[in-house]
């Protein structure tokens, strides 16, 4: 465990962020291996289902994830201050409420698949497919919150490097039973789907066994017990960073539906730059991860200047990993969009690399709102995370749908950055008014 209130500012974040970047950077692995398999033994249609598939798991995943992020909040919150009892409390309520959720939101899926694919406008020969994808996928949801809570609480603590291993181990297992079930046994979709659940039930196995065998300070007396006096701020936080991710990724949703009238051309070359997208923007997201688990550990422990250091810090630092990034996209947006494409893909080999060469100048402005949004996260500014989300998603979705027509695909890294300039506009406005109001300490010299 790894008591960030004490130290180096910039050593703390970067010793702790580091596991989170190669966590991230694993799990766009583990969610483009899938992809990847379809794409090349079963073609581009095959590999356009799955990705219209995809969206619509991020929403239901993404939900998850914000909400056991949002109660890891008040697990660092409570190990900052050294208030044990509290931290295990906060871990089984969370366990209690998130995991009957997650049973009832699983069965939700696997009973609209297909109502959630003509939402998005769906083509007609794509459904089958894409729809038995996502009932098996959803059937398996509670391995996704058994892992992402177990995982976020160790990161409470300051353990970042176990969920690391535990996600390298499930990504490569990924893979394998992909390969197999795909290839081998001529399951199709389907076999990557369970390829999937398989390789997160085993996740989420390797991170109960481990915080139950090395970390017992966390282990609650009982896993169903709820507290009362946490209860109704672990469903605020949790309600409200859930419905920050959700949202978000119902934002995306919506701009498949405006893609998916393009063709297959057009939806595959989507497909393709949002996975590159996940892998840019997986280091600034280990750094905002990272930021927000120190900005909480500081906060319960009273130390205001520290908090606001980290912000600082954590700014540096993405922009010279986003800087990195961006160059690669510039010089090799071809190339690294035939990583994600079938070959021969050449038409949406074309339409992938004019929207990464777009997106490659403007992606310091997701940086710049992604690490705001883990500082408000720390300090428990969950209002702003949410209004945030609200203000972008909408300036997304309509600058897209006005465009798409005559640009493409185009459109969306158009309404892409036309949000991203609104919510960090906001967000600074924001951030401004907190420094104003709260008075933080200054900065600690010499960090």
Known sequence: MRDMTKGSVAGNMLAFAFPLMLANIFQQLYAVANSVVVGRQMGAAALAATG?????????????????????????EFFGAGDERSLRDELSTSAAVGGAFTLALSAAGVFCAEP?????????????????YLRIVFAGLIFTFIYNLLSFAMRAVGESAAPLVFLIAASLLNVALSVFFVRDLGLGVEGAAAASVLAQAVSA?????????RMPALVPESWTRVSAP???????????????QAVTYFGILVLQGAVNPLGVAQIAAFNAVSRVDGFVLALS????????????????????????LGLRRSLEICAVLNALCAAALLIFP???????????????AVCAASFMRIMAVFYMLAVICNTFQGFF????????????????????????????????????????????LCMAAYQLFEYHKFVNSCRAARPEKGR
């Open 334 to 348: 071809r190339e690294i969009a035939y990583v994600f494409l079938p070959s021969g893909e050449n038409d949406a």
């Open 52 to 76: 219209t598939a995809i969206p619509i798991v991020n929403v239901m995943v993404f939900l998850l994830l914000g909400v056991t992020m949002g109660s890891s909040v008040l697990m660092a």
């Open 205 to 213: 196995l390797l991170s109960f066994l481990y915080i139950k065998l």
């Open 230 to 244: 946490l209860l109704r701020r672990t469903l605020w936080f949790g309600a409200v960073s859930g419905v920050q």
């Open 377 to 420: 996260r720390g300090v428990g500014m969950m209002k702003t995370v949410l209004y945030a989300t609200y203000i972008q998603i909408p300036v997304r979705v309509g600058v897209t749908y006005a465009l798409a027509r005559s640009a493409g695909i185009n459109a969306v890294a158009a309404g892409i950055t036309a949000g991203w």
């Open 116 to 132: 959630l694919l003509a939402l998005i406008r769906t083509p007609t020969e794509l459904v089958p497919a894409a729809s038995a």
């Open 285 to 308: 997201d280990g750094i905002a991860g990272a930021l927000m688990m120190f900005v909480s550990q500081n906060r319960g422990a009273g130390k205001g200047g520290r908090v606001v």
